[in-house]
């Protein structure tokens, strides 16, 4: 049974019976559902479970070389999440972020369309729950953002698969062209979530909405779904590498001006996300384990900077810059994992990030792409200025704001550290790490020449940081909104509409206007016709008028009638 | 001179700073190549690290003017 049983099913349905169990019994409950899920990544590679309905053939369970890294750090995820959250009395977010999960990982296998719809479809219903655990008005806004451009991200793909089975008579989840109506279709479902550029609004709008514990989940799944999702259907696509240069290159300078830390992070996860797609652009197995190493690696160390954000909000009740800072001295083992966070995404040797980008930097030279080459490079600096030291600076260093928090609690301490020892174990031993990656490519990270760049190009931007931030030339953190895309339907759409609107309530009753003198008018030449001729001995009322009026136009049509038979 | 550095330029700071100075002084110690001709270049990262933060620093500020607004702009 185990056997045909795909992972993340069981998270996903065992995931009902939590509101059922008392506190301690649920955290170990779900940590047990992910171990169970985790069993079946035992099976090996292949199709092991089809089910034919309506006389199509469902692939429910399907694995391969590309499923199986992104399957294993799914888990990881889940796994860290849960015990980061377990403090939390309510049931509610463990049941979201259990199911979220599982249906996450059981998209990662599915082998047809229409079953990565279904699941596609359960992550987005699933994962709105932990934007509404945010439990505020402004949450519940944007826990109704997220699920309109999340279902319509999955009705694309639906479109897209119906007409990829009409032209194909098959619906397997395997390459595609953007040349066709279905690929094209499939690839903007998957744009979406992957947060490609104007498309990434409701990234950055929603994300920080959730509490702390959901935006940790939130960070691990639904884009690194579309990351892979785009690696199994649209490696080599050329268009792909431009895409993620601007995804790299646009949201590092929303980074620098947004206040709020969290946000900030989902700029920086946008960022990290173009790394990924101009790997699968580039499409070469060098980059398509690029790709997987980094969405790997980067699943880890963002979960861990949203831990150690989170557990500031926590504590002090705000992750807004201009209102944090010296929190060092209260909460040292989160600033420590925080830094550890921050020098693992600025990929620092001997950290995750290094091991994990040098195979896209490599695999960019290789091909000879100059230009977005030096765009990923000039990215990396950015990331340094606002995750690798924006983050950890502002909220435990800078000034001294006058909060004095407790220590996180200790099960937010013990994901951390888990989450700390994972970003190190990937930097320290690479070669391990590279075993699990869809290729079989020998790659040495490691060698003088690309540490010494590496370690001049972040330490020099530091540098650069130092000077700006010493000489007093960095200006204060502001409390602001930064407008993205997301602006286009939060402000231009609605106000078109508003203006559309009173337009038409103003041309209304400008035909009202119109027409009411019409009728004036009309009434004025029946009563002088009638009354004051004396055809009746009385006023005409508004029947008579009505009926005057039908007759009028009535003779006015058989006039026209007859004139347009000539 | 040094104490004088560190006193005003911070602990940390001048670590940093040194830090700096022993990976520039590395470049003379073996060969350091890249993925293309011109990172070879004397001390090539470095320069590119440091104008490259310096921009998104400048541009960041610039479009401050144009993309920021009051916190409860969308409220």
Same mark, same amino acid.
């Given at each position: 049974m185990i056997n045909t049983f795909p992972p993340g099913l069981i998270m996903f349905l065992g995931?009902?019976?939590?509101?059922?169990?008392p506190h301690l019994t649920r955290q170990i409950y779900m940590i047990f559902l992910v171990f169970l899920s985790a069993?079946?990544?035992?099976?090996?590679?292949?199709?092991?479970l089809t089910i034919n309905l309506l006389d199509y053939d469902f692939i429910i369970y399907h694995s391969d070389n590309l499923s199986f890294p992104f399957a294993i750090v799914f888990h990881i995820a889940a796994f860290i999440t849960i015990i980061y959250g377990s403090?939390?009395?309510?049931?509610k977010e463990n049941v979201a972020i259990t199911s979220y999960a599982g249906a996450a990982i059981a998209a990662l296998h599915a082998g047809d369309l229409f079953t990565l719809f279904v699941w596609w479809e359960a992550t987005a219903f699933t994962s709105v729950f932990l934007i509404l655990g945010g439990n505020n008005s402004r949450s519940f806004r944007a826990a109704f953002r997220y699920i309109v451009i999340q279902v319509g991200s999955g009705m694309l793909l639906l479109a897209g698969a119906i007409i990829f089975l009409y032209s194909n008579d098959h619906a397997n989840f395997g390459k595609m062209s953007i040349d066709e109506t279905s690929g094209l279709l499939i690839f903007l479902a998957f744009g979406i979530k992957a947060a490609f550029p104007f498309l990434n609004g409701w990234l950055q709008d929603t994300?920080?909405?959730?509490s702390e514990v959901g935006t940790v989940a939130l960070s691990s799944f639904t884009t690194k779904l579309a990351i892979y999702a785009l690696a199994r259907?649209?490696?080599?696509?050329?268009?792909l590498i431009y895409i993620g240069a601007l995804m790299t290159f646009f949201p590092i300078f929303f980074a620098v001006i947004e206040n709020d830390l969290r946000r900030v992070l989902t700029y920086s996860l946008n960022n990290q996300l173009g790394f990924m797609v101009v790997a699968v652009g580039i499409g070469t197995e060098l980059a398509l384990n690029g790709a997987v190493a980094h969405a790997f690696a980067h699943i880890i160390y963002k979960g861990l900077l949203f831990m150690s954000m989170g557990a500031v909000l926590y504590r002090v009740g705000t992750c807004k810059a201009s209102e944090l800072g010296g929190l060092f001295n209260y909460m040292p083992i989160t600033a420590v994992c925080s830094i550890i966070g921050a020098v693992s995404i600025s990929a620092?040797?001997?950290?995750s990030g290094f091991v994990a980008k040098s195979l896209i930097m490599s695999s960019l030279g290789y091909e000879g792409l100059t230009f977005i080459y030096f765009m990923l490079l000039f990215a990396s600096a950015g990331v340094l200025h606002h995750s690798g030291i924006k983050i950890p600076f502002f909220a435990f260093?800078?000034?001294?704001?006058g909060l004095k928090p407790k220590e996180a609690p200790i099960n937010m301490i013990v994901a951390m550290i888990i989450s700390s020892i994972l970003c190190v174990a990937i930097g320290v031993f690479p070669s391990l790490f590279y075993q699990i990656l869809p290729y079989d490519v020998s790659y040495q990270p490691y060698d003088f020449s690309h540490v010494l760049s590496q370690m001049q190009l972040l330490t020099f931007a530091a540098f650069a940081f130092i000077c700006l931030w010493h000489f007093k030339i960095y200006p204060p953190e502001l409390n602001s909104t930064v407008l993205n895309s997301d602006w286009f339907y939060r402000k231009m759409i609605p106000g078109v509409l508003e203006n559309v609107i009173i337009g038409f309530k103003n041309l209304n009753s400008q035909f009202n206007i119109f027409f009411t003198k019409i009728f004036q008018n009309t009434q004025k030449f029946i009563d002088n016709l009638m009354y004051k001729n004396r055809v009746f001995d009385r006023e005409a009322g508004f029947d008579t008028l009505i009926v005057v009026q039908v007759f009028g136009i009535v003779l006015l049509i058989l006039i026209i009638l007859q004139f347009s038979k000539f | 001179m040094t104490i004088k550095l560190i006193k005003n330029f911070g602990k940390i700071n001048s670590i940093v700073l040194l830090i700096c100075i022993i990976l520039l002084i590395l470049e003379f110690v073996g060969h350091r190549h890249g =993925? %293309?001709?011109?990172? =070879? %270049?004397?001390f090539f990262p470095a320069l590119f690290g440091y104008i490259s933060c310096i921009i998104i620093f400048k541009v960041g500020v610039a479009l401050r003017s144009i993309f920021m607004r009051d916190e409860d702009y969308y409220d």
């Open positions: 995931a009902f019976l939590i509101p059922f169990l069993l079946s990544l035992m099976n090996g590679f292949g199709t092991h403090h939390k009395i309510d049931w994300y920080p909405e959730a259907s649209f490696a080599g696509v050329d268009i620092f040797p001997i950290f260093f800078a000034h001294n704001s | =993925e %293309f001709k011109i990172e =070879e %270049f004397l």
